[in-house]
Structures are given as C-alpha cells and as structure tokens.
Nanobody, 115 residues
Framework: QVLLVESGGGLVQAGGSLRLSCAAS????????MGWFRQTPGKEREFVAT????????YYTDSVKGRFTISRDNSKNTVDLQMNSLKPEDTAVYYC????????WGQGTQVTVSS
C-alpha cells in the first residue's frame, strides 16, 4: 500500500519561509516524477511544482517561480518544497503525489500565510 505523508506546514508571516517534506512508502519512489499540489476551500486542487525521477528537471506554476524550490532524495524516498517569500495567496493545504497523479492523496499539510 502506497502511503504519502506530508509535513512541515504552519503559520508564517508574509515574506517568511517554510520547508515542506513528503515521505513516501510502499512504492519504488525513484521510478516516479513527483509533484506538489495545493488546495484551498471551495477550489480545485492545483499543481505547484514537479521534479522528474532523477531530479534532472523541475517545473513550477508561474505564481511560485523564483520563490519555491522542489527537491528530492531518492535514498530517503522524500520530496521537499522550499517556500520563500511567502504570500497570503499561498495559504492552502499542500499535498504531494506522483506527477501526473497516480496514488491516493495523503492528509496534506496546512500552510497559512498572514498579511
């Protein structure tokens, strides 16, 4: 059974930073491109960033380019999202999954950015 566990969220002031982490189990992690996604109440879950299987390439949605950095450690089955210069509009529950998504979603981690 594949399990995705996100952590690292919290409350931060605008301009601050957070580092999210996602630990995967029950899957051959290094075979998959991985991504971070986010969702706010009443809205569809949206793509944030993706990293390919060997960390050779990354891609970001326009609103986070230059502020967020996705990385992975295949030896630890983890994918991280470093978020800098946070804005109130980044407030959301953040999730990780394969990209494109294949597995069930985890519980996510709440990020709240105050103005």
């Amino acid at each position: 059974q594949v399990l995705l566990v996100e952590s690292g969220g919290g409350l931060v002031q605008a301009g601050g930073s957070l580092r999210l982490s996602c630990a995967a189990s029950g899957v051959t992690f290094s075979r998959y491109n991985m991504g971070w996604f986010r969702q706010t109440p009443g809205k569809e879950r949206e793509f944030v960033a993706t990293i390919n299987w060997n960390a050779g390439s990354t891609y970001y949605t326009d609103s986070v380019k230059g502020r967020f950095t996705i990385s992975r450690d295949n030896s630890k089955n983890t994918v991280d999202l470093q978020m800098n210069s946070l804005k109130p509009e980044d407030t959301a529950v953040y999730y990780c999954n394969t990209s494109p998504t294949i597995f069930n979603w985890g519980q996510g981690t709440q990020v709240t950015v105050s103005s």
